[in-house]
């Protein structure tokens, strides 16, 4: 079982906006930067930002990452079909002494 | 461009063990900055963190699995492999091995850049 939560679903309409929330605590987004990634069928995850709001080279500005306190979030602006996919936030937790992601959100294109 | 590259048995008999290695090229697996990572997603489920080693030798691995893997580096092969002993049906999976950039400063993690494309494990008798 994560320690991390996060919605299992998120939907809109492509060129709209969807947002995924990260809910963790003081031992792991408290005092860590949290990265997202992109999972898509069939293929290898894909880091989609680190440290919290920085975009790998390669990564379109429509993705954005934020942290506050012990919760972090994806932002997806002007949807495409492209980006249905599943997204995991992920992070390093303090207690645990490990690498934890997040239990994912599945995006859907409507 | 580094690139990984997972190998090893598709098909495992339940209370044997699993071993994977994963293959380094297009750079040096031998450079500080980063740690050389196993993670796993089961069939429906979401993604595991297995463990990690850096090139020393210095291992990490999630607390559910410890007493059962084992992960190790060989710099001459650029390789790094992972064990995992008595398999049940439940450590089926697709099982990935990436790298993970290591933090400069305390707390700052850079996530995992580079990813092998996966090989499935089916634990099955």
């Known amino acids: 079982q994560s320690v991390l939560t996060q919605p299992p679903s998120a939907s809109a309409t492509p060129g709209q906006r969807v947002t995924i929330s990260c809910s963790g605590s003081?031992?792991?987004?408290?005092?860590?930067?949290v990265n997202w990634y992109q999972h898509l069928p069939e293929t290898a995850p894909k880091l989609l930002i680190f440290?919290?709001?920085q975009r790998p080279s390669g990564v379109p500005d429509r993705f954005s990452g934020s942290k506050s306190g012990t919760s972090a979030s994806l932002a997806i602006s002007g949807l495409q079909s492209d980006d249905e996919a599943d997204y995991y936030c992920?992070?390093?937790?303090?207690?645990?002494?490990?690498?934890?992601f997040g239990t994912g959100t599945k995006v859907t294109v409507l | 461009q580094v690139q990984l590259q997972e190998s090893g048995p598709g098909l495992v008999k339940p209370s044997q063990t699993l071993s994977l290695t994963c293959t380094v090229s297009?750079?040096?697996?031998?450079?500080?900055?980063?740690?050389w990572t196993w993670i796993r997603q089961p069939v429906g489920k979401g993604l595991e963190w297995i463990g990690r080693?850096?090139?020393?030798?210095?291992?990490k691995y999630n607390p559910s699995l410890k007493s059962r893997v084992t992960i190790s580096v060989d710099t001459s092969k650029s390789q790094f492999s992972l064990n995992l002993t008595s398999v049940t049906a439940a450590d089926t999976a697709v099982y990935y091995c990436?790298?993970?950039?290591?933090?400069?400063?305390?707390?700052?993690?850079?996530?995992?850049?580079?990813w092998g494309q996966g090989t499935t494990v089916t634990v099955s008798s």
């Open positions: 990436a790298r993970d950039r290591v933090p400069v400063v305390r707390g700052d993690y850079y996530g995992m850049d580079v």
């Open positions: 297009g750079g040096s697996i031998s450079g500080s900055s980063y740690y």
């Open positions: 080693v850096y090139m020393s030798g210095t291992t």
């Open positions: 003081s031992s792991n987004i408290g005092p860590n930067t």
């Open positions: 440290t919290n709001n």
């Open positions: 992920s992070t390093w937790d303090d207690t645990l002494s490990a690498y934890v």
